[in-house]
């Protein structure tokens, strides 16, 4: 499975940006449950969110409860990461990953479970 991420860019504080983590393969969209990562320099690479693929339902960080929404298009194999409100602290290169489905979400916040990752979009947030 190849991931695409892309939208990322610079952005003020309080802007939004879109990103979308996009594959080829056209069972990904149904079959595999979709996290996104950031990993900001010297720090850990850490879970923002996810959302199943049964059902759409989302989870998120604390950190990003209520400014980031996390949807998907099945038919367009396409997951979105919507961050409004967005704080130089979201600095960060953005990942997005997929693991099956069948893992549920229980264990989506941990990068282990994720079976595939994408190449990485840089967001840079000033204040």
């Known amino acids: 499975v190849q991931l695409q991420a892309s939208g990322g860019g610079s952005a003020q504080a309080g802007d939004s940006l879109r990103l979308s983590c996009t594959t080829a393969e056209r069972r990904t969209g149904s079959s595999y449950t979709i996290g996104w990562f950031r990993q900001a320099p010297g720090k850990e690479r850490e879970w923002v969110s996810c959302?199943?693929?049964?059902?759409?339902?989302?989870n998120y960080a604390d950190s990003v409860r209520g400014r980031f929404t996390i949807s998907r298009d099945n038919a367009k194999n396409t997951v979105y990461l919507q961050m409004n409100s967005l704080k130089p602290e979201d600095t960060a290169v953005y990942y997005c990953?997929?693991?099956?489905?069948?893992?549920?979400?229980?264990?989506?916040?941990?990068?282990?479970?994720?079976?595939?990752w994408g190449q990485g979009t840089q967001v840079t947030v000033s204040s």
């Open positions: 959302i199943s693929s049964r059902d759409g339902s989302p």
């Open positions: 990953a997929a693991m099956p489905s069948y893992r549920g979400l229980v264990y989506c916040s941990d990068k282990d479970s994720y079976d595939y």
